[in-house]
């Protein structure tokens, strides 16, 4: 009887627009990460903007959890919407994260597939961007948000490539001495690698959303 009675009920509509929000702040991290990385802006500007919009991020991810709690009824289960924010918000967190060590490193320039990781994560984020507004209708985007996230998929395989390469030439340029060198490096390599996989959990998380509404 409760369950006939709930359908019935308008769902709320505002986790979409938080959603959406949040997939702006994402964006825009990975935009001030790639411009960091290929010195369109100062290290020190490109991490400032990183730190912003991370706690932006957490604004509303924090909006979303207040709202599952006392939203009576939701668009989909409350669980997979904690899940999901939570996913969005790992992304946002792992920018900050790589921000940090290039801080913390005190590193100045960046390799190539550093730089090309970079462009990447921004085209990770702006198709999350596009696939989190489809929600508002899942049978109609249905089919359109299966390829996007495939399309994510094979953005994260991308990543896995530039990393095994330019881990490897990191590895050929300190070899000889500057094991320091290859440890701090690797270590962005991890970071920034992370990123773009994050980027496809949110894809994971909406695929599953989308399955179990179909």
Not at 46 to 74: H, K, P, S, W, Y
Not at 147 to 162: H, N, Q, V
Request: aromatic share 8%.
């Amino acid at each position: 009887m409760l369950g006939w009675f709930q359908k019935l009920l308008p769902k709320e509509d505002k986790f979409f627009g938080l959603f959406e929000r949040h997939s702006v702040t994402l964006v825009a991290g990975a935009k001030a990460l790639d411009q960091l990385l290929s010195g369109t802006v100062p290290i020190e500007a490109g991490c400032a903007e990183i730190f912003a919009q991370e706690n932006l991020a957490d604004e509303i991810a924090g909006e979303v959890m207040l709202e599952t709690g006392r939203t009576f009824i939701t668009p989909f289960d409350r669980g997979d919407i904690e899940e999901l924010i939570g996913s969005m918000d790992d992304a946002i967190d792992q920018m900050q994260k790589t921000a940090k060590a290039i801080r913390l490193f005190e590193v100045e320039s960046f390799a190539p597939r550093m730089t090309e990781l970079g462009a990447v994560i921004v085209q990770a984020s702006e198709r999350v961007a596009v696939l989190l507004p489809m929600l508002r209708d899942i049978k109609k985007h249905a089919i359109a948000i299966g390829a996007l996230a495939k399309e994510i998929g094979a953005i994260e395989e991308r990543s896995d490539e530039l990393y095994d390469q330019g881990l490897k030439e990191l590895f050929k340029a300190h070899r000889n001495a500057d094991a320091m060198g290859f440890i701090v490096g690797a270590e962005i390599y991890d970071h920034l690698e992370k990123v773009v996989d994050r980027f496809e959990d949110v894809a994971k998380r909406v695929s599953r959303i989308v399955l179990e509404h179909l």
